[in-house]
């Protein structure tokens, strides 16, 4: 299983774009890469998943660069509920979940 | 459509019995995953089930059991409950197709208290 490097935690403003960089060095070939957020208490939502170049969904884009050795999930215009914490995840199946990054959004 | 459901969401024991705990994935997922998150710390992957087997285990005592019925819901059992057993233990489904599984879809918890 590939392991994965994230910050530990980030601060921004509302109204802000985020990006947060998660590097996973051995990804293996047939791994996508997949970020979740998690608020106090309750289970992770899924945000999006990738395999390469950019994908982009109605929440967030997620920047793949051709190597795979690392990956950005752009939130574009965060608000106060936008602070959770969120997870880097790469391989399929039982995927071990690191400490994630403590996002906090500041009015 | 409904989602990953889990029961119950709270849970009480005392030291030394057991826990069953209950996950329901969502309607097409065959496979189901458990978690712990012990206050304030990340998630520890417990097991994975697929079409009824168990195709992974995490780092935790044969103590934490659990299996997969027919109609793809999912039970976790705990023996010999210990006090730092105490955890919301999270259910996930998925769908998985040739060997690939897809993103995971999360219940809401069962809270587990052991005093």
């Known amino acids: 299983l590939a392991k994965t490097t994230q910050p530990i935690s980030m601060d921004s403003y509302e109204g802000q774009e985020v990006n947060i960089t998660c590097s996973h060095n051995?990804?293996?070939?047939?791994?996508?890469i997949t970020w979740y957020q998690q608020f106090p208490s309750q289970g992770p939502r899924f945000i999006i998943q990738g395999y390469k170049t950019k994908v982009t969904n109605e929440v967030a884009s997620l920047f793949i660069p051709a190597d795979r050795k690392s990956s950005t999930l752009s939130l574009p215009r965060v608000s106060l509920s936008d602070t959770a914490v969120y997870y880097c995840?790469?391989?399929?199946?039982?995927?071990?979940f690191g400490a994630g990054t403590r996002l906090t959004v500041k009015p | 459509e409904a989602g990953v459901t889990q029961s119950p969401t709270h849970l009480i024991k005392t030291r030394g019995q057991q826990a069953t705990l209950r996950c329901s994935p969502i309607?097409?997922?065959?496979?189901v995953y458990w978690y712990q998150q012990a206050l304030g710390l990340g998630l520890q992957f417990l097991l994975w089930?697929?079409?009824?087997?168990?195709?992974n285990r995490g780092n935790f005592p044969p103590r934490f059991s659990g299996r997969q019925f027919p109609n793809y819901s999912s039970e976790l059992n705990v023996n010999a409950l210990e006090l730092e057993d105490s955890a919301l233990y999270l259910c996930a489904s998925s769908t998985v197709d040739r060997g690939f599984a897809y993103e995971q879809y999360f219940g809401p918890g069962t809270r587990l208290t052991v005093t």
């Open positions: 309607s097409g997922h065959t496979s």
């Open positions: 051995n990804i293996a070939t047939n791994d996508y």
């Open positions: 089930y697929d079409e009824g087997e168990e195709r």
């Open positions: 995840l790469v391989g399929s199946g039982d995927m071990r």
